[in-house]
């Protein structure tokens, strides 16, 4: 089992930018894929952010430019940087930790974040 605490969300006005953190525990090691999605009032989920074990990364059109996702081992804590924040990223964020080739996906409870016109 990971677990997956985040961090960070909050209120932030367009054009702004905010931080987001994931805290994880338990089995990582059993993981190759961290990532971020996010899902939007009435829409589906949809991850938004992939990095890597090997550090490869992967951004939904719709963020690519604007956000960025690292990891940092030591503190076993991943990183959703996101800058020119826009109305349309309002959404609860999640943390997402997977092993797809083992059928691992494990999701943290989500973090909102809202952003003002």
């Known amino acids: 089992q990971v677990q997956l605490v985040e961090s960070g969300g909050g209120l932030v006005q367009a054009g702004g930018s905010l931080r987001l953190s994931c805290a994880a525990s338990?089995?990582?090691?059993?993981?190759?894929?961290w990532g971020w999605g996010r899902q939007a009032l009435g829409k589906q989920r949809d991850l938004v952010a992939v990095?890597?074990?090997?550090?490869?990364?992967f951004y939904a059109d719709s963020v690519k430019g604007r956000f960025t996702i690292s990891r940092d081992n030591a503190k076993k804590t991943v990183y959703l940087e996101m800058t020119s924040l826009k109305p349309e990223d309002t959404a609860v964020y999640y943390c997402?930790?997977?092993?797809?080739?083992?059928?691992?996906?494990?999701w943290g409870q989500g973090t909102q974040v809202t952003v003002s016109s």
């Open positions: 997402n930790a997977a092993n797809r080739l083992f059928g691992l996906d494990y």
């Open positions: 338990g089995s990582i090691r059993s993981i190759n894929a």
């Open positions: 990095v890597s074990s090997g550090g490869g990364t």
